[in-house]
Each structure stands twice: as structure tokens, then as C-alpha cells.
């Protein structure tokens, strides 16, 4: 069965970075588009970030555009965000999913448990 | 950006009684709106996707409605388990995915 299971969350200071990561099991990983979807306490999702299947595209929300990078180890079965500049609004927790084409649709069809990230100092 | 905007932001339904939600675009979507269903404290579940298809092992109770820029998703008879949050989402601006803030279904 599919399984996503974030990992590295935690409590880090204005500024500094983290990496989140989401293991990816049940499923051929090579072949599928990921996301990355966050939700802040007691709000709703904002989508965060989309890498194609091969890792060779990668599109941004613009409130993340060019502090995060979405990256994909395939051999890995790994799906990466790396969180930089990170500010007290990026407190939420960080969902994987995975992206399902069924023309012509797309859409998050398996969601990982999510790893929560707090900025604070 | 396509905004997405659901109505009410609470719903407060007796379980056995039917439920409606609403969801709105900003512009043209087509029919391309999935539906999300979240319980406190787990990650989201899909629904439907292309407004009115549903996802696999989704009861025959949930079903989608809607074209353009506005759209329904219809529980026939609430049961306990139904009551959660749902959230809808717009993926005709690909690649960016918008959600709506989302629809509380509570017990009345």
C-alpha cells in the first residue's frame, strides 16, 4: 500500500534552515509528481511546491519562491524540501503528496501524516 | 491566481440530515476542483476529483456537482465519521493548486 512519512521537523530560530524529507513507499516513486502542502495552526492547506516525476521541473508558491527548493531522490524513493530564510509565518505543519494524472485531471490522491516546523526564537 | 472560496465556513448539520457545501472560483476552472475531507489531528483525504467523480472507497453517500466556477459537494445523510473539515482545490491553473479556506461540518 502507498506510504508517505515526513521526517524533520522541529523548532529552529528566524532565519536559519531545515530540511524536511518524505519517504515513499508502495508505489513506483520514479514515476509520479510530488507535493509539498502546509497547514498552519488552526488555518486551512496552502499549497507549497510541485516537482515533476524526474525532478527536472520544480514550481513554487509565490510566498515560498526562493527560500524553499523541492528536490526528488528517485533511487532513494525520498522527496526533500528545504526550508531556508525561514520566518515565524512558515510555522505549519508540512504535508508530502502525491500528485495523480487520470486526463484530464490532476490531483493529491496519497497524503503523508505531516511533520510539524515551529520558527521561533 | 485563482482565488477559491467555500460557503459557509460552518456548517452545523444533525447526522442523518443531508449536507451541502459550496465552492466558488474566481475564474474558470472547467470541471477541474477536487474535494478533501480532514479530521483533527490526520492529513487530508480525497474525495472527488473532476468535480464530480469519486475516489476510491468514497460511499456513494458524497457526491460532486458543478462546471465553471461554482461547485457543490453534497452529503446525502451525515454519518458520525462525516463530520470534519473539507476543503476544495482548483488544479486548472497547473501547476500551481489552489485551496479554499474550507467548510466546517459540525453536529448540530
Not at chain 1, 506510504?3 to 532565519?15: H, K, N
Not at chain 2, 491566481?1 to 460557503?7: K, Y
Not at chain 2, 474566481?26 to 468535480?51: D, E, H, N, T, V
Request: proline letters at 5%; charged letters at 15%.
Amino acid at each position: 500500500q502507498v506510504q508517505l512519512v515526513e521526517s524533520g521537523g522541529g523548532v529552529v530560530q528566524p532565519g536559519r534552515s531545515l530540511r524536511l524529507s518524505c519517504a515513499a513507499s508502495g508505489f513506483t516513486f520514479s514515476s509520479y509528481a510530488m507535493h509539498w502542502v502546509r497547514q498552519a495552526p488552526g488555518k486551512g492547506l496552502e499549497w507549497v511546491a510541485i516537482i515533476s516525476y524526474d525532478g527536472s521541473s520544480k514550481y513554487y508558491a509565490d510566498s515560498v519562491k526562493g527560500r524553499f527548493t523541492v528536490s526528488k531522490d528517485n533511487p532513494k524513493n525520498t522527496l526533500y524540501l528545504l526550508l531556508n530564510t525561514l520566518r515565524p509565518e512558515d510555522t505549519a505543519v508540512y504535508y508530502c503528496a502525491r500528485d495523480r494524472e487520470v486526463l484530464p485531471d490532476n490531483f493529491l490522491d496519497y497524503w503523508g501524516q505531516g511533520t510539524l516546523v515551529t520558527v521561533s526564537s | 491566481e485563482i482565488v477559491m472560496t467555500q460557503s459557509p465556513a460552518t456548517l452545523s448539520v444533525s447526522p442523518g440530515e443531508r449536507a451541502t457545501l459550496s465552492c466558488r472560483a474566481s475564474q474558470s476552472i472547467s470541471s477541474k476542483l477536487a474535494w478533501y475531507q480532514q479530521k483533527p489531528g490526520q492529513a487530508p483525504r480525497l474525495l472527488m476529483y473532476g468535480a464530480s467523480t469519486r475516489a476510491t472507497g468514497i460511499p456513494a453517500r458524497f457526491s460532486g456537482s458543478g462546471s465553471g466556477t461554482d461547485f457543490t459537494l453534497t452529503i446525502s445523510s451525515l454519518q458520525s465519521e462525516d463530520f470534519a473539515v473539507y476543503y476544495c482545490q482548483q488544479y486548472n491553473n497547473w501547476p500551481s493548486r489552489t485551496f479554499g479556506q474550507g467548510t466546517k461540518v459540525e453536529v448540530k
